[in-house]
T-cell receptor, first 119, second 111 residues
Framework: SAVISQKPSRDICQRGTSLTIQCQVD?????MFWYRQQPGQSLTLIAT?????????ESGFVIDKFPISRPNLTFSTLTVSNMSPEDSSIYLC????????????????FGPGTRLTVL | GQQLNQSPQSMFIQEGEDVSMNCTSS?????WLWYKQDPGEGPVLLIA?????ELTSNGRLTAQFGITRKDSFLNISASIPSDVGIYFC???????????FGKGTRLSVIA
């Protein structure tokens, strides 16, 4: 299994500022995913981050707003730029790894999330 | 894009009761997953389904992969207070591809 930590766990930010969220994994993984979970809503994929290449963004998300870094196989950052109240969400990092359970081949593991509030 | 319709949105049940929730999709998935999210935590995988028609159990949880590959259900038997949380279904087309999530079922258990 993969253990994922995120920093910060929560933050309250002012409109127009930027916040960088860090994701650290305890093992090397090829692909890391960043999701957004708006209040009371489901998880929406922002982008897929591969080491050594540009992140791949989903429809509705752009690099200027959500720049991503992936400097090595255990670490990634997501920046929420020029924030507005609409960016208030939980941001989750996820990786795919071997679960070790008999009934599961690969499993997507999620970090605890970063709860962002923009005033 | 792909969407998953999950129902019900929320449930209030008595401890000891059985629970059923389901998920439907407008397109085919090759893997169906059920996650549980506790407050302040990321989702944790409960059950993974890889074959159409597959019925899989994990303790008090049972899930099935619909034969059309467009639906799945999750049953929880003899609910207990720690079952409280949000349950998400998710579909995946192939390995190492992103998951598509349903909107979640918020479960409350009354002791």
């Amino acid at each position: 299994s993969a253990v994922i930590s995120q920093k910060p766990s929560r933050d309250i930010c002012q409109r127009g500022t930027s916040l960088t969220i860090q994701c650290q994994v305890d093992s090397q993984v090829t692909m890391m995913f960043w999701y957004r979970q708006q209040p009371g809503q489901s998880l929406t994929l922002i982008a897929t981050a591969n080491q050594g290449s540009e992140a791949t963004y989903e429809s509705g998300f752009v690099i200027d707003k959500f720049p991503i870094s992936r400097p090595n196989l255990t670490f990634s950052t997501l920046t929420v730029s020029n924030m507005s109240p609409e960016d208030s969400s939980i941001y989750l990092c996820s990786v795919e790894g071997t679960s070790g359970r008999l009934w599961s081949y690969n499993e997507q593991f999620f970090g605890p999330g970063t709860r962002l509030t923009v005033l | 894009g792909q969407q998953l319709n999950q129902s019900p949105q929320s449930m209030f049940i008595q401890e000891g009761e059985d629970v059923s929730m389901n998920c439907t999709s407008s397109s085919i998935f090759n893997t169906w997953l059920w996650y549980k999210q506790d407050p302040g935590e990321g989702p944790v995988l409960l059950i993974a389904l890889y074959k159409a028609g597959e019925l899989t159990s994990n303790g008090r949880l049972t899930a099935q992969f619909g034969i059309t590959r467009k639906d799945s259900f999750l049953n929880i038997s003899a609910s207990i207070p720690s079952d409280v949380g949000i349950y998400f279904c998710a579909g995946q087309l192939t390995g190492n591809t992103p998951l598509v999530f349903g909107k979640g079922t918020r479960l409350s258990v009354i002791a």
